[in-house]
């Protein structure tokens, strides 16, 4: 059983891969930690599968997956996830920006220090300004919107316990929220280290200006759904009793216009002229439309519970 599992989402990433595998395979003999090292081939177009393919070959530490079509980095690490099989779960880029070095630190941050979670923090990093500048508002924006204190959410370079990873699930772009979606599932113990950012020494980034975007959206998706979830009434039902009651409050004051105004003896508008019935009119039926959204919701969320979704700490069995 290995110490360590490495998975490395790989991209069109042929030439790097050779002397990534060297410098792991370098970094633990030198530390005596039995490891495995998973590529997930993400549909790369040039030659990266017939590299692993050969890496493997030589090195029976070597395990790969490859995808018909590129699915994204959170497709492929939730992949890699349900492969590893070590005790610590280590992430990182196939790109050598990411060093190997820093890989026995993090295991005995988890092992040794007991952490669920450590990620990487790229403090001086080697990206132009136009990666640097968008990074550092995006992990500002989610530091305040998760409360988790870290400096580079979206670093690939981190480590797991392995029952951190047999227990969330990830999607769309959702790893640069990992940390955010462990610490919703009962992993709170989450610690960062500093770690070094090396130069890109082949080809060019695979992502651009549009990710910073997509993670916004992702944010408050993710925040939306670990919240509400389990329970949907709670936000369709607020949003429905704030819009039902306003609605309520403005019809009852057009009414006692109306009457205040005939028992003056001032002519008033009829209610159904004057604009504020509509918005009225507008305000109760969607607050009646998202109490029901809420019923609904809460009626599917019962019938397809699951016990996956509960992290359980720990079980004793008793024999009889």
């Not at 951190?164 to 979606?181: A, D, Q, S, T």
Request: glycine letters at 8%.
């Amino acid at each position: 059983m290995p110490q360590i599992s490495i998975i490395i989402p790989v991209f069109d990433e042929e030439e790097s891969l050779p002397e990534l595998q060297a410098w792991i395979d370098r970094v633990m003999v030198a530390n005596q930690l039995a490891y495995e090292a998973i590529y997930i081939d993400d549909g790369s177009r040039d030659g990266s599968w017939k590299v692993i393919q050969q890496l493997s070959a030589k090195n029976c530490n070597v395990k790969a997956v490859k995808f018909l079509r590129n699915y994204g980095k959170s497709a492929a690490l939730n992949i890699g996830f349900s492969k590893a099989q070590g005790d610590v779960v280590v992430t990182m880029d196939a790109d050598l920006q990411d060093s190997p070095e820093e890989v026995p630190a993090l295991y005995r941050m988890i092992t040794e220090q007991g952490y669920d979670l450590v990620s990487g923090w790229k403090r001086k990093r080697h990206d132009p300004l136009s990666k640097t500048v968008p990074s550092r508002l995006f992990n500002g924006v989610t530091r305040v919107i998760s409360g988790i204190k870290l400096h580079d959410f979206n670093c690939g370079l981190k480590a797991y316990a392995n029952k951190v990873v047999k227990n969330i699930e990830i999607y769309g772009e959702m790893h640069r929220y990992i940390p955010l979606i462990a610490k919703w599932n009962g992993f709170g113990k989450i610690a960062e280290k500093e770690v070094v950012h090396s130069p890109r020494k082949y080809g060019s980034t695979k992502f651009g200006l549009e990710r910073f975007i997509n993670g916004f959206l992702d944010l408050i998706s993710v925040s939306f759904v670990n919240r509400y979830k389990k329970k949907p009434m709670h936000f369709f039902g607020t949003m429905g009793s704030l819009s039902f009651m306003s609605g309520f409050a403005i019809t009852l004051w057009l009414i006692y216009e109306k009457i205040s105004g005939l028992s003056k003896g001032i002519k008033v508008r009829e209610i159904t002229d004057q604009p504020l019935f509509f918005l009225a009119l507008v305000a109760l039926i969607v607050g009646v439309q998202l109490f029901l959204t809420g019923f609904m919701a809460e009626m599917m969320t019962s019938n397809n519970a699951h016990k996956s979704d509960y992290t359980i700490a720990e079980e004793i069995n008793s024999e009889e």
